[in-house]
């Protein structure tokens, strides 16, 4: 989720960096289910990203084809829809204007982070990823906590400081629903909905590769025990 960097398009972000637009939005029930909805928009930058296409490499790295690109898509979305606990999993991608939305339920928040994780592992050529080895989002006595994984963080680093400078113009906008009330979080730059059951906290992706601890929350619902 997040993505930070871009989790699910990370590889692909890292050769097409530009200005983009992420929303991460998640919907969490009572029971522990729910659905993920994560967009990645570079509409706006879709003739550098042409431009970047019609090359064999950049910086030593091989630029993906789009036949290349739409084959990785496909696999993700195959891959979450053969996870235990996933259903419904589709990206719909959009090649002339550079749009990825994927969607996708869950049963559990563990289910989901197992589905990324095969996904990650999948994108890696099933080599180790020692980043892997925690739990990003954990929701129990109606607390939710949610960070940054740490293989999003060293994917980040992976991105030239020059290229890294293009992402102050996009957004990185986290939502996080709930079925009842919010009765307070830890994060102070995210906001409340009016009916209280929705949380944002939104930032841009070059400030995410410096501090990408900026979206961590911990977020309880009425009910919910003081925290320590």
Not at 31 to 55: E, H, P, Q, T
Not at 115 to 139: H, R
Not at 168 to 180: A, H
Request: aromatic fraction near 6%.
């Amino acid at each position: 989720m997040r993505k930070g960097l871009l989790l699910l398009f990370v590889s692909v972000i890292t050769l097409l960096t530009s200005c983009v637009e992420i929303i991460d939005d998640l919907t969490l029930n009572l029971d522990g289910s729910g659905s993920l909805r994560y967009n990645l928009n570079l509409s706006s930058s879709k003739v550098k990203i042409n431009s970047i296409l019609a090359l064999d490499s950049l910086d030593g790295k091989k630029v993906p084809t789009v036949p290349e690109i739409k084959a990785k898509v496909s696999r993700i979305e195959d891959l979450l829809n053969e996870q235990e606990g996933i259903e419904n999993a589709t990206i719909e991608a959009d090649y002339s204007n550079f749009t990825f939305k994927l969607n996708c339920d869950f049963q559990s928040l563990e289910e989901l982070q197992t589905a990324m994780k095969a996904v990650i592992i999948d994108q890696n050529k099933n080599q180790p990823i020692p980043e892997l080895d925690y739990n990003w989002l954990s929701f129990s006595d109606s607390t939710l906590q949610r960070s940054v994984p740490d293989v999003t963080i060293k994917k980040s680093k992976e991105i030239k400081e020059s290229d890294r400078n293009l992402l102050k113009n996009g957004t990185y906008t986290s939502i996080t629903r709930f079925e009842s009330e919010v009765d307070h979080y830890d994060n102070e730059n995210a906001k409340l909905s009016a009916n209280r059951k929705a949380v944002m906290v939104r930032t841009d992706p070059y400030s995410l590769t410096q501090n990408p601890h900026l979206l961590d929350n911990v977020i309880y619902l009425i009910g919910a025990p003081d925290r320590p």
